[in-house]
């Protein structure tokens, strides 16, 4: 069987024909899946069953084979009218059963269920080694191009910052780098999150850096992911490897 992720399930009231044909509510479920192989690390995957038209015939939470073939992997995203999932949520309360997976399972007898396929670049993050690896990804052009489409922008947390400055000992390779930064040193294949500094003579590769972190001079870390508000000293070494990333927590001082 084959696993593809799906984009958005989309649940909708049918139409209460028999009671009144003028009235049919449009209280909606829509849900993200994707046609793809059950990435490594989800304990409980959902999979759906679905027709030509995108209607979900069955959803199965944790399917007995996951570790081959492909699935139509369902994501987290769902689309519902609140007034709909408030009065789920009640009913299942009160019957002590309140999981989001079994709740929307139990709805497909009630309300329509359609799914949307996510046919671009999907990420499923179970794992800092995942984080790592998809964060990667951000410095292949053909990812970059696809997520990052003028036509569709992505609206995030606005910080204003001035921006990034390169000092004249800086040599930057194959990164992305936020606003509001000061690049001292050598970075290469680097993730830099916005207000952090790099020291002279710091060489950082195939790093992630989280905002405010502040880097000495003299340091080499390679395959690192750094948190926010962190201190490396001046002259630290830190590597990990790209199987096995090192992970700093936040406001750590190393």
């Known amino acids: 069987m084959t696993l593809l992720p799906v984009c958005f399930v989309m649940i909708r009231r049918p139409p209460r024909s028999t009671l009144d044909r003028s009235s049919a509510a449009s209280d909606v479920y829509k849900r993200q899946y994707k046609n793809h192989a059950i990435p490594q690390g989800y304990d409980r995957p959902i999979t759906l069953d679905v027709d030509n038209d995108g209607k979900v015939n069955q959803i199965f939470v944790k399917p007995g084979v996951v570790d081959k073939g492909v699935f139509n992997h369902a994501y987290g ?76 922008p992505i609206y995030t947390k606005v910080r204003d910052d001035a921006p990034s400055r390169y000092g004249l000992t800086s040599n930057v390779k194959n990164s992305i780098i936020a606003q509001g930064c000061v690049i001292n040193g050598e970075v290469e294949n680097c993730v830099i999150s916005k207000g952090v500094y790099v020291g002279e003579g710091a060489k950082l590769s195939n790093c992630i850096v989280m905002q405010d972190t502040k880097i000495g001079c003299n340091t080499n870390l390679n395959y690192v992911i750094i948190d926010k508000d962190v201190t490396i000293k001046d002259g630290r070494s830190l590597m990990g490897y790209d199987s096995y990333p090192i992970y700093i927590a936040k406001k750590s001082v190393v």
């Open 77 to 152: 995203s769902i689309l519902i009218k609140k007034d709909l999932l408030m009065s789920e949520i009640r009913n299942a309360i009160s019957v002590n059963q309140l999981d989001v997976r079994r709740l929307i399972q139990s709805s497909l007898g009630k309300y329509s269920i359609y799914a949307y396929e996510n046919k671009g670049y999907c990420a499923a993050i179970s794992s800092i080694n995942d984080y790592f690896e998809f964060n990667m990804d951000l410095m292949k052009q053909e990812v970059k191009d696809e997520l990052f489409n003028p036509q569709r």
